[in-house]
């Protein structure tokens, strides 16, 4: 059967997850109830209007943010009981983030960026250049790797994040808005790279507006107002494999 998976297939499982923020006396719930399960060399978008809770997800999916309510099992074991360290090796070593608003470091230039995690991975200095001068390579950054992130354009800056992400070669791969600033061409070069990545075994989860953007992937999941609207998997519409 094509949905009757081995129990550690399942890279992310969420149940019943809550956030709400607070801002002085205004509180917003941003996630109402998530369940989602996201299997081992998935490629799948998440789609929804803006404000509908979709970087909140992502951002405690990659535990950079804490859920208020629900389970969330990360390779099979909850977050709740790693410890911090193993939760920074996670982080650092098995999840590549392409974030919304990119998080590079303005001092570093665009190599130097890309090389950041392999720093914290305790890779040494010849191999990480090595390894992110071929990351940024797949992204037609070669030629600007001696730059500083306000040297380049927004477009650059994306591709830049894409390659500090893709760099040590994560399992998983979540990325929100990957190609928001690029142009047709560049966003089917990156979407193309993510495709082969994941040909390869990488599992990728990503945020898109753009339908040929999701397009890409084998799966859409469909968020509105917190809340998962839709989801072909729940509905057992499509093999996602
Ligand atoms: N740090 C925060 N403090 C307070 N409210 C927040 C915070 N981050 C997000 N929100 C609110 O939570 C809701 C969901 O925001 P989120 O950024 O997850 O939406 P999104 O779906 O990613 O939108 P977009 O497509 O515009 O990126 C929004 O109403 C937003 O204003
Ligand atoms: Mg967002």
Not at 108 to 120: D, H, I, Q, T
Not at 153 to 177: F, H, N, T
Request: proline letters at 2%; aromatic letters at 6%; one cysteine or more.
């Amino acid at each position: 059967m094509q949905f009757e998976h081995q129990v550690q297939d399942i890279v992310i499982q969420l149940e019943d997850i809550w956030k709400t923020y607070q801002t002085g006396e205004v509180s917003l719930t941003a996630l109402k109830g998530i369940d989602l399960t996201i299997r081992r060399g998935e490629f799948a978008a998440i789609m929804g209007p803006s404000g509908s809770g979709k970087s909140t997800l992502m951002n405690v999916i990659g535990c950079l943010d804490q859920k208020d309510q629900g389970n969330y099992l990360l390779n099979g074991r909850s977050i709740s009981e790693l410890s911090a360290n193993e939760l920074a090796k996670i982080r650092n070593e098995e999840i590549g983030f392409v974030f919304q608003s990119f998080n590079l470091l303005s001092k570093l230039n665009l190599r130097e960026n890309v090389e950041l995690p392999m720093v914290y991975a305790g890779i040494g200095r010849k191999a990480r250049t090595e390894r992110a001068m071929a990351a940024l390579d797949a992204v037609g950054l070669a030629d600007w790797a001696r730059h500083k992130p306000n040297e380049v354009s927004g477009g650059q800056k994306q591709r830049a994040a894409i390659a500090r992400a893709i760099a040590l070669k994560p399992a998983l791969i979540m990325a929100d808005e990957p190609t928001g600033n690029l142009d047709s061409k560049s966003s089917h070069e990156i979407m193309q790279l993510f495709a082969t990545l994941n040909e390869e075994g990488t599992t990728i989860l990503l945020i898109t507006h753009e339908a040929d953007v999701a397009a890409y992937a084998r799966r859409i999941i469909r968020f509105g107002d917190g809340r998962i609207v839709d989801d072909p998997m729940k509905r057992g519409a499509v093999d996602v494999f």
